[in-house]
């Protein structure tokens, strides 16, 4: 004759908390798991984070800050603040009429990410006045609220007035005073393929936090 044991309701209970626990356990770590998977995935495709290193887009941007860009189907844009990655600089040849290689900011021929804005793409003539400051596209003079100074420093990279190639941009510092940007052989004109992205949000410091532009 079998014998049969009677299990307490409250060992039963017991089991059936340990598990729900361990259910509930698992699906907090498949979604974690699912919610690392989908940030990995969208700052490998659609956005990158940067760092902003000296002042040479003072006001606008400051050293340490964090950045948020953007490079999925990126067009560059006049007024974009990009992210380069600069190995060598392009400039004219003395005639003024095909790009040569320069080296680039880093001795070493290492790459150098550096913070700009977009002032002239391809097609389009910039030309600068050093004396007065100003900077023209097109024969226009363009509005710059955002520089913490008139462009009067000439690095000596072109002989002005310039249109800038297509699949070329030319690009400033706010900071035109400590900038070393397409002024500057080191930099020049910068292939639309070095481009990293454009930047369109700072997460740090948190007091700044917000849109870029």
């Known amino acids: 004759m079998s014998e049969e044991y009677e299990v307490p309701v409250n060992a039963e209970k017991s089991v059936e908390?340990?598990?729900?626990?361990f259910d509930d356990l698992m699906d907090l770590v498949e979604s974690v798991i699912f919610s690392i998977f989908i940030v990995t995935l969208i700052f490998t495709f659609l956005f990158r984070i940067a760092t902003v290193d000296g002042p040479s887009?003072?006001?606008?941007?400051?050293?340490?800050?964090r950045l948020i860009i953007s490079h999925l189907f990126y067009e560059p844009n006049q007024g974009d603040i990009i992210i380069i990655n600069n190995k060598n600089g392009f400039i004219y040849d003395e005639m003024q009429e095909?790009?040569?290689?320069t080296r680039g900011i880093n001795v070493d021929g290492s790459e150098k990410k550096i913070v700009k804005r977009i002032v002239a793409v391809g097609g389009q003539e910039i030309n600068i006045d050093f004396k007065k400051g100003k900077?023209?596209?097109?024969g226009v003079e363009?509005?710059?609220?955002?520089?913490?100074e008139p462009?009067?420093?000439?690095?000596?990279a072109f002989k002005f007035p310039i249109t800038v190639p297509e699949g070329y941009v030319f690009v400033m510092g706010d900071n035109r005073d400590k900038s070393k940007d397409s002024r500057d052989s080191q930099i020049g004109l910068v292939p639309v393929e070095e481009i990293?992205?454009?930047v369109i949000f700072r997460i740090y410091p948190?007091?700044?936090?917000?849109?870029?532009d």
């Open 206 to 212: 948190f007091k700044t936090l917000g849109m870029v």
């Open 98 to 101: 095909n790009i040569i290689k």
């Open 57 to 65: 887009m003072l006001d606008t941007l400051h050293d340490k800050d």
């Open 151 to 156: 462009t009067f420093r000439d690095e000596g």
């Open 17 to 21: 908390k340990k598990t729900s626990f």
């Open 196 to 198: 990293m992205g454009k």
């Open 135 to 138: 900077v023209y596209i097109d």
């Open 142 to 148: 363009i509005s710059e609220p955002y520089i913490k």
